[in-house]
């Protein structure tokens, strides 16, 4: 059989940001692949030298306009962490809230997309138009719908009021229904079955020596969540990683559909839970040391390395996203699909190359 | 604050490899490889984690050169990407890469802009700001 080589992107209908794939193909299967990326990469990262440590967080928040109050947030830790400062307790509360609304939101417009992918435009759809309901309650809160602009070093910027979280909480009852319809068909469609079972099959040791991280480890039986570690309101309210051992696309899609429910579920907790007092502890000085934070965005986990000397700029600045970690496990599970399951193959680990390309 | 602040330990280069193969067989994971161009030294940075826990392993290359690092691909096969991002944004060689991408992993237009660190005048003069 005749080898053909096949590029997918880094222009692609699929494809919202650019990815590259030489894809091996004989007759209709991939047989090998070989990844690209680097199109758009930033440099973010070397603003550390030019800007204030304080002043980076909004740096750090734009390093992906999907996670991008959880990439504030990991940055602010570490700097709290290299400082030795207690952020107040309702200021980790809020945080925790905030994070977890942009992991409803950002499954929401994988589960969208994902519907997109296999040519199912009403299920597209109808996740959007439910993630439109928690980016309202994301404006309401912070002002924004992509970028929040409400953590800083020290705690955050702004408070909910309670009448705020009483809206909230009864707008999750809503949100929680809606999602039911919509997993519904996600998980008990025999079309969508047809398209994800069995499809890219990663097994668990595979899962794990390739570094894989958030719900494409989990999907194969890797019990991973680095929210589990305690962090901000993680350390009252604990999270139990959400695992499937079959590693294939439909359990992908349906440890990220169950995470859709945990994450309203914590939302509710921190609600009920969530105590009075300040939001954030005045911060100064310069912070010294190096340390390596991580935390549990939609995609996985995301490592920060801050290296700083005692002055107002930071030495180093590193990140390594959850798509840079899922990107040798596209590559494993690709050998075998067929031509048309490229496309879905590539979503089901919710590459982000915004993030990648920081 | 953070419940893992994690820990440094120098290796040396050619300790790097067998290093890292212990950790391997003992079960961690790889969670990165990053670089830092310091005005002392280049360091490279190895994380691992193990049920939550992390670990890290540093490297430090003479600051004027040569910067050469023993591949880990043939311990952990998905250190392929984080070597190749060594060599494209920090001109870190890499020597037994099994996915080499030869300079080509990032399309950046300044070649190796994380190479080295600019002084501090010349940071102070692009911020607008006194060093």
């Known amino acids: ?52 440590f304080q002043e980076f967080v909004y740096v750090a928040e734009r390093i992906c306009g999907i996670c991008s109050f959880i990439h504030g947030q990991t940055y602010c830790q570490g700097i709290e962490e290299l400082m030795q400062v207690e952020v107040p307790a309702r200021a980790q509360y809020l945080r925790t809230i905030w994070g977890e609304l942009s992991r409803l939101h ?18 597209f759809m109808h996740s959007w138009r439910v993630r439109e309901r928690i980016l309202d309650q994301i404006e309401a809160t912070t002002g924004g719908r992509v970028i929040f602009g409400s953590c800083k070093i020290g705690g955050v910027r702004r408070d909910i009021s309670p009448e705020a979280l009483a809206v909230m909480r009864k707008e999750l009852d809503v949100i929680e229904r809606d999602m039911r319809e919509i ?27 390739l570094g894989c991280v958030g719900p494409t480890a989990r999907a194969s039986g890797v019990a991973q969540d680095m929210r589990s570690l305690g962090y901000a309101a993680f350390r009252d309210i604990k999270v139990e990683p959400i695992v499937r051992t079959e590693g294939d696309s439909y359990a992908r899609c349906v440890v990220r559909c169950a995470e859709l429910f945990q994450s309203v579920d914590i939302i509710r907790q921190a609600i009920d839970r969530i105590p ?36 107002r700029n930071l030495q180093r600045f590193r990140v390594r996203t959850p798509t840079f970690a899922n990107l040798p496990a596209l590559v494993r599970m690709l050998p075998g699909a067929n031509l048309a399951d490229v496309p879905v193959l590539v979503l089901t680990i919710d590459p982000c190359i915004s993030c990648t390309e920081r | 604050m953070s419940p893992d602040p994690g820990s ?80 494209d944004l920090f001109r870190i060689q890499v020597e037994g890469n099994i996915l080499d991408f030869k300079g080509k992993f990032y399309r950046t237009t300044v070649p190796f802009p994380f190479a080295s660190r600019p002084s501090a005048p010349a940071l102070a003069a692009k911020a607008g700001t006194n060093p």
């Open chain 2, 8 to 87: 440094f330990t120098a290796v040396e280069t050619a300790a790097l490899v067998a290093e890292v193969r212990l950790l391997r067989d003992a079960g961690w994971r790889l969670v990165q490889i990053g670089a830092a161009a310091l005005p002392t030294a280049m360091e490279v940075i190895y994380s691992f984690d193990l049920g939550g826990k992390i670990t890290n392993r540093r490297v430090s290359l003479p600051v004027e050169g040569p910067h050469r690092l023993p591949s880990i691909t043939s311990v952990y096969a998905a250190a392929a990407l984080y070597e190749n991002e060594l060599h």
């Open chain 1, 276 to 311: 009075p007092g300040a939001i954030e502890t005045k911060v100064t000085g310069f912070p010294d040391g190096e340390i390596l934070v991580r935390t549990e965005q939609p995609r996985g986990e995301v490592a920060y390395y801050l290296r700083a000397n005692g002055s």
């Open chain 1, 1 to 52: 059989m005749a080898r053909t080589i096949i590029p997918f992107g880094p222009q692609h209908p699929v494809l919202p940001e650019p990815i590259h794939l030489d894809l091996a193909i004989e007759d209709e299967k991939v047989v090998d692949v070989l990844p690209s990326v680097g199109f758009i990469h930033r440099g973010l990262e070397r603003l550390v030298e030019r800007k204030d």
């Open chain 1, 106 to 123: 950002s499954h929401l417009l994988w589960l969208g997309l994902l519907a997109d992918s296999f040519g199912f435009e009403s299920l």
């Open chain 1, 183 to 209: 997993v519904d068909v996600f998980l008990g469609d025999s079309s969508v079955k047809r398209r994800l079972q069995g499809v890219g099959v990663l097994s668990r040791d595979d899962a794990y020596i």
